[in-house]
């Protein structure tokens, strides 16, 4: 044993390394790499893949700006030309999405957000709805409009669900800045529709519209059957996973990282995979508070064979694959200059204190 060294701790890359799967409740998940629990991870990324694809997921605050988002049916949603019904199931699981039908008037038949986009000069917006026609042929677009004080400006995105092809319509004076404009196929003729939205110099964008069309034509006689779903309707400053509004809009950080748990605002659905990127600061000397209950390490590095235990307070200590600590096992006290054990790369150790609450080191040792 008088060979031994200190083991010195080691950076382990973090490439897409799932560390958990969804079951519609569970929101605290542990942090791993290839199945092993992290040390002392740093965290670059978090990604769910889920309905939506593989998504970024954000830890700063973001806030979905159509409010009633969950309830297209409530009078926050002006309707003109339309009629709303629902809600019914939705791709999350949920119970959230609503039929939209436009009726036999001419001019526009779409939902109004009632003014609630209000925002900077200059400020963009990141545009996102899944939406099906449910009968008929219609096409589907959302239309963005800017002011700058004294003059309006307008322009739309739409899909053509036949193909999944988008483009813009409806610009009017100048316009809007569209473009990581896209369709996803979620199932047959169930599309999510993205974009990014810059106004034009010194414009702020004050009104949204979603809303049936008839080919390029967000005018037309209604034929009073047509009719579109409409699930996830998003529209915010900043890219992210769909933030559910039942009511006004309220902000939502995506997670929080504690050490090695990453808690998340919004439970994974079941079967959504959650991955991160980053690194792992892995060997070395854990520092492990230990009171009254087990509590149990990091496993032990791999090419260590060897650990070196001291303590601020009497402990209790048990080593080994998934070890429980009591007041019956092995006792290590403040005095001793450390207790050196054997060990197998993997194990744990588990600590309960004597009486007093304290920390316990643990070294890893080499050859």
């Known amino acids: 044993m008088r060979d031994l060294k200190l083991r010195r701790s080691s950076l382990a890359a973090a490439v897409a390394a799932q560390f958990g799967i969804g079951n519609g409740s569970q929101t605290a998940f542990q942090l791993s790499i290839n199945g092993l629990p992290a040390w002392n991870p740093s965290v670059s990324a978090i990604h769910r893949t889920d309905w ?9 605050a973001r806030t979905n700006l159509y409010g009633y988002s969950s309830a297209l049916s409530n009078a926050y949603w002006i309707k003109s030309g339309a009629t709303v019904s629902g809600p019914t199931s939705s791709p999350d699981g949920s119970t959230a999405t609503f039929t ?20 900077s000069a200059n400020q963009q917006l990141y545009l996102r709805v899944v939406f099906g026609i449910a009968t008929g042929t219609r096409n589907f677009g959302v239309f963005l409009n800017s002011y700058n004080g004294t003059v309006n400006a307008g322009e739309g995105i739409y899909c053509d669900p036949s193909t999944g092809a988008t483009g813009t319509f409806g610009e009017y004076s100048g316009g809007v800045i ?25 414009y702020y964008f004050n009104a949204s519209y979603l809303q049936m069309m008839d080919g390029l034509n967000n ?25 559910p509004n039942a009511g006004a809009p309220t902000p939502l950080t995506d997670y929080t990282v504690s050490g090695t748990t990453v808690n998340l605002a919004q439970a994974p659905l079941p079967a959504a995979i959650l991955d991160w990127d980053g690194t792992d600061a892995r060997g070395g000397t854990q520092a492990m508070s230990f009171g009254s209950s087990a509590v149990s390490s990091n496993p032990i590095s791999s090419g260590t064979f060897a650990i070196r235990l001291t303590t601020t307070q009497p402990v209790h200590v048990d080593i080994g694959a998934n070890p ?17 054990l054997s ?24 050859p």
């Not at 036999?104 to 209000?118: C, E, F, K, R």
């Not at 600590?325 to 050196?340: D, N």
């Not at 194990?347 to 204190?353: F, G, N, R, W």
Request: with cysteine; net charge negative; proline share 5%.
């Open 324 to 340: 429980t600590a009591t007041t019956s096992s092995m006792l290590i006290t403040p005095g001793q200059k450390g207790e050196i």
């Open 178 to 202: 569209f473009d990581q404009i896209s369709s996803t196929e979620i199932s047959a003729r169930l599309w999510l529709l993205e974009a990014r939205a810059t106004p034009l110099s010194g």
């Open 343 to 366: 060990v197998t790369p993997g194990c744990m150790v588990s600590a309960i204190a004597d009486s007093t609450a304290g920390v316990l080191m643990i070294t890893e040792l080499t």
């Open 100 to 119: 939209f039908t436009e009726d036999t008037s001419t001019g526009g038949h779409q939902l109004y957000n009632g003014g609630a986009i209000s925002l």
């Open 219 to 243: 005018s037309y006689t209604g034929d009073g059957t047509s009719s579109a779903t409409i699930f996830a309707p998003m529209a915010s400053t900043s890219p992210g996973v769909y933030i």
């Open 52 to 60: 939506q694809g593989r998504q970024l997921l954000y830890p700063t």
